[in-house]
């Protein structure tokens, strides 16, 4: 595999393969997510984005801020159709139709378009092993759409399908975690990250372009509409995801767990709770069961990164 680059301000590229110019809301952290991660994939990508409100603010008909090839595709089938665009490349390479060369084919969905309407054809891409890479930008709930739940929001959390009241307290199931259903696939590369630790980001996009066959790439996205937070406080707000190990970030690469970068001391859930108005509603009991949760989760996923780090250290035969 090509060696992996280490971003920083001094070598950042400079061509921006998201134009300026968008729609998008003020303090979108998720469009900030795609613009890091297009320089980290370079000119020579393909993406199949699904419906969502990276496709809502970027495509507004006649206008595109894409700068590379792209394919508009609907909620349920954004991997089915980059796997389709993947081994499309390859016979036409094979045939000496294209010149032989490494185009990036990457698919990118919002959390409904990977959780719940595109899970299938996800399940399907990893299962075949084709050399793509998907992104989901979390942000949550079907922001683009008027906030409805999906399976990625949140327990506790207010949408306009999950209202609190005298009969809800909010959304009422767990998040599901589609990081850890990737790699159960079994594939070489799996990655959570963040647009508040941009190298991060950045470097593992490149990581997930680089390796062979498929590899999933889940990035959290403030959004400040949704999440009835302060524009100007996106970024403050994904350090606290992880500060507080709502959403911490690590890599899974050939199936062994690594934190990137090693997990910040941690804060109380109810620092990142309170910035928050979708969470305005919760009881100190409710806050409590949440802060449990996020202790358990993370105990499970200091477990595999010990037990990756042991078995790297075995003696070979």
Known sequence: ????????PKNLPLEELFAPG???????AEVLALRLALKALGKDTVVANATGCMEIVSTPL???????????VGFENAAAVCSGVEAGLKALMRKARLPKKQIHCVAIAGDGGTADIGMQALSGALERGHDMVYICLDNEAYMNTGIQRSSSTPYGAMTTTSPPGRLSFGQSTQKK???EIAAAHGIPYVATACPSYPWDLMKKVQKAALVEGPAYVHILSVCPTGWRSQ???SIELGKLAVASRVFPLYEVENG???FTPKPPKQVPVIDYLKKQGRFRHLTDKMIEEIQKNVDEQFCRLEAKVRISLEASQEPQE
């Open 62 to 72: 006649p206008t595109t801020s894409w700068v590379v090839p792209y394919i508009h």
């Open 22 to 28: 968008h729609r998008a809301c003020q303090g979108c």
């Open 1 to 8: 595999m090509t060696e992996i680059k280490a971003y920083g």
């Open 231 to 233: 524009p100007e406080e």
């Open 177 to 179: 975690n589609v990081a």
């Open 256 to 258: 062994r767990y690594r």
